[in-house]
């Protein structure tokens, strides 16, 4: 398994209008930075763990941990509207340009601080062993189903999302399938899928596959009130 094959990239934009200095949260004393700098050094599964930020409070933080960074992010690269591919082009061809090959890149989100190691691991064999174009984590849709989404028309009209070709899928209950969504936190790609990339879907190429995570794991910090559900599950 040649996992030192891989680019570790830990995105991270300062500038958040929901939480300030939000990579900076601390969780336990620890920020959400160091946290996952800290998961992605302690795996040894990646070449490098490199920090894409806007930021040199940011990049400071995550060079305490192990991380390094190749330049700070460019403000055309550092607003909200900035795809994560996008993100990691810069960095593929800023490594180009230093003559380092990168032939898979990992992107881990510091916004999700349950992700585990084992995690990591379990997303890295899954993409050697199958030979996928990428690996997503994902965790399993519970609180509905996709296939009931409804939209409302200008008159208050109600009308499937995606009509189901057959309604028998959808009732009873129980013999609806189950579905998955991704939870944002580890995406591993072939780096070929980023620099091929034209907005379409996920950049996971034509044979990706889903490594399922806990409703833990899967939490994401993106408004205050995902900072009291961190807190609920860092006590259980």
């Given amino acids: 398994m040649s996992s030192k ?23 336990n004393g620890k920020t959400l930075i160091n946290i996952v700098v800290s998961k992605a050094v302690k795996s040894k599964l990646f070449s490098k763990v490199l920090i894409s930020t806007d930021s040199k409070k940011y990049a400071d933080e995550a060079l305490k941990y ?11 690269l550092s607003d909200d509207k900035t795809t994560l591919a996008l993100v990691l082009k810069d960095i593929i061809e800023k490594l180009k340009k230093k003559n ?7 992107s881990i989100q510091p916004t999700s601080p349950f992700t585990e190691i084992n995690t990591l691991k ?35 009209r109600l ?21 998955y969504k991704y939870t944002g936190a580890v995406y ?8 091929n990339y034209s907005g379409d879907g996920w950049a996971l190429g034509n044979k990706p596959y889903g490594v ?9 910090i993106n408004y205050r009130e995902d ?4 807190q609920h599950f860092w006590k259980r």
């Fill in 122 to 156: 379990k997303v890295v064999k899954t993409f050697f062993k199958n030979k996928a174009t990428g690996v997503a984590t994902i965790s399993k849709i519970t609180d509905y189903h996709p296939m009931t989404a409804q939209k409302i028309d200008k008159y208050g």
């Fill in 188 to 195: 591993l790609r072939k780096c070929i899928n980023i620099l």
């Fill in 100 to 106: 380092e090959e990168c032939e898979n890149i990992i």
């Fill in 66 to 76: 192990g991380a390094d960074i190749l330049e700070l992010r460019p403000k055309k």
């Fill in 212 to 220: 399922v995570v806990s409703d833990k794991e899967a939490t994401d």
């Fill in 5 to 27: 094959k891989i680019v570790a990239v830990i995105p991270a934009r300062s500038g958040s209008k929901s939480i300030k200095n939000k990579n900076l949260t601390k969780i």
């Fill in 227 to 230: 900072l009291l559900k961190i």
């Fill in 159 to 179: 009308s499937y999302l995606v009509k189901p070709k057959n309604f028998n899928i959808l009732f009873p209950r129980q013999n609806r399938p189950l579905s």
